[in-house]
């Protein structure tokens, strides 16, 4: 989707104003993350900026932590092939964002983890989190951070001439240094910043690209009819609406609801109401992506339909067309915001699955000093492995790209499936839970294996089964994987022993209110409180205006 290494568009030179912005921005995000690298004291300040962040910045960090430059890209590009329906990734998101803040986040603040793999651990087994931290961990490495730098590194190339490695390794560099010095907070706070950055220079290069092509309705009349449908037939075969809505929230749970990244700006809140508020906002926040990323790819098919035939030529196109001085630094403001959010979120999880998940387990009586000295290490470890990347993002090619996030799908199910019944039925224990985490592993890693060799291969795999396994739409393969894994967890639980109830003492929806004992891992912890009435009324109102105007939405562009 994403690779422009072949973008024949010449790019232009920056002018004084637009490197005065950028430096403006680098200015205001090193600043955040330089005051609150003076303010860290605990592990807890560190890992979770002390649980005490208000909802605006959970909601702001929820948004910048998923959105990043090759959503810029991508986005726009498959915009400009085939219209709105990769919208829908959005806006199911915004539903899956209530499903976290209403499911999902009384289990994980009450129960006081500080992560994922700690909650798994706690409801299953050690085993489960290991599985959970180690496969995050590489995939954080394999999928996010490479993907994201390179990303970056080519879109600033092609639009203002600097060099692809030196980009690279500026962008590594900066966003390591305030998020190894300031911890969560630093990256809450600096996200914040960098959303509104994000908003403000998309917002603007969709505005002037609307009023160029005469407003939504004229443009409608220059791309095909299909562009501004997104409910697709069965057999499309990027976007059928079977796999969208069942296949999709598979990936959507694991990537909202499980993974470390997301979650860790939800466990830093000051308590439940604010936390499920933060989700709303981000789900909001959630609706923008269609009309400020997916929209301006359907605007250069129209207004530039020879330099957009390769679709990923999109997003650099209207920023060299389109944009004139101080709106270039701005809009590049944005990506390097969304690329510097994005990776910074990366790094931080990532430390904190390293620290708390082993480095605390080999060492129990770690100090609350070692704790954070070694979560910095494994920051800056994070941090080198994104600059050993910056020699070999050349090699990147689009396919791999592609490969590379339909891993997320043949991943997810395993995972999603072990959370959402794990909380639903008390009777599932960790041996099920195993059991179904590596069933996932090897049908995912037998999809992927049989798609890279039936690539290089032309095609030529003729069993029936293989064809079946290859040839099926990868949202249908994620329900597939689902309803299997599943399956497996029940099957094996019922014939092993049943979890002891006191184990699963707040951590079930059966047991949700039963006292819960304390958490045994040495580190003094504040439990956020519960919501108030008023909360719980601002945020039921909310998530009501938010479900109805997804629906709308996707009414009007049915």
Not at 353 to 371: C, G, H, W
């Amino acid at each position: 989707m994403l690779f422009a290494s072949q973008i024949t568009v010449a790019h232009q030179s920056v002018a004084t104003l637009d490197l005065v912005i950028i430096g403006i921005y680098f200015a205001i995000v090193f600043g955040i993350g330089m005051y609150f690298s003076r303010r860290e004291r605990t592990s807890e300040d560190y890992f979770l900026a002390g649980r005490d962040i208000g909802w605006f910045f959970i909601g702001a960090s929820l948004f910048v932590s998923n959105i990043s430059t090759e959503h810029f890209i991508g986005l726009s590009g498959t915009g400009a092939s085939s219209g709105l329906a990769v919208g829908h990734f959005e806006w199911l998101a915004c539903l899956i964002l209530l499903l976290l803040g209403w499911v999902f986040v009384p289990f994980y603040l009450r129960s006081n983890v500080f992560t994922m793999p700690e909650f798994l651990e706690r409801r299953f087994n050690r085993n489960c989190a290991v599985y959970l931290a180690a496969i995050s961990i590489i995939a954080y490495i394999f999928t996010k951070i490479s993907v994201q730098l390179y990303a970056a590194s080519v879109v600033l190339e092609r639009v203002a001439g600097w060099p692809l490695w030196k980009t690279a390794v500026v962008l590594v560099i900066a966003t390591g240094i305030y998020t190894v010095a300031g911890g969560l907070a630093a990256v809450i706070y600096t996200d914040t910043v960098q959303t509104l950055i994000l908003i403000c220079g998309a917002v603007t290069l969709t505005i002037i690209g609307l009023h160029r092509v005469g407003g939504l309705e004229h443009l409608r009349t220059m791309v095909p009819a299909s562009y501004f449908h997104m409910i697709k037939p069965v057999t499309d075969k990027d976007f059928p609406w079977t796999g969208i809505f069942f296949g999709a929230p598979i990936l959507g749970i694991w990537y909202w609801c499980t993974d470390q990244v997301i979650v860790q700006r939800v466990l830093s809140a000051r308590d439940e109401g604010h936390a499920k508020l933060g989700t709303i906002f981000a789900g909001f926040l959630k609706i923008l992506p269609v009309f400020m990323l997916v929209l301006p790819g359907i605007i250069a098919f129209a207004l530039f339909p020879e330099q957009v035939k390769k679709p990923d030529f999109a997003y650099p196109t209207l920023i060299l067309n389109l944009l004139p001085t101080g709106l270039v630094g701005l809009v590049m403001a944005a990506l390097l915001a969304a690329v510097m959010g994005a990776m910074s979120s990366v790094f931080n999880s990532a430390s904190t699955l390293v620290t708390l998940d082993f480095y605390k387990k080999i060492r129990p009586q770690a100090s609350e000093n070692q704790l954070v000295n070694f979560g910095r290490i494994a920051t800056g470890f994070m941090v080198v492995l994104g600059l050993l990347w910056v020699p070999f993002i050349h090699y990147i090619s689009s396919q791999l790209y592609i490969y590379l996030q339909s891993v997320q799908a043949y991943i997810s199910p395993p995972i999603s499936a072990c959370f959402v019944l794990g909380i639903l039925w008390p009777r599932l224990n960790g041996s099920g839970a195993i059991s179904s985490l590596l069933t996932g592993f090897v049908m995912g890693a037998t999809r992927f294996i049989l798609e890279l060799a039936d690539r290089a291969a032309s095609g030529h795999f003729e069993s029936p089964v293989v064809r079946w396994i290859i040839d099926m739409n990868f949202l249908h393969y994620a329900i597939f994987m689902f309803v299997v894994c599943s399956l497996v967890l029940i099957s094996v639980s019922l014939m092993t022993k049943a979890p002891d109830p006191k184990q699963l003492a707040g951590l079930t929806f059966a047991t949700v209110d039963d006292k819960m004992e304390a958490v045994a891992v040495g580190i003094p912890q504040r439990k956020p409180a519960k919501e108030t009435p008023t909360e719980h009324r601002i945020n039921i109102f909310f998530s009501l205006l938010l479900l109805a105007t997804v629906i709308g939405l996707w009414i009007y562009f049915r």
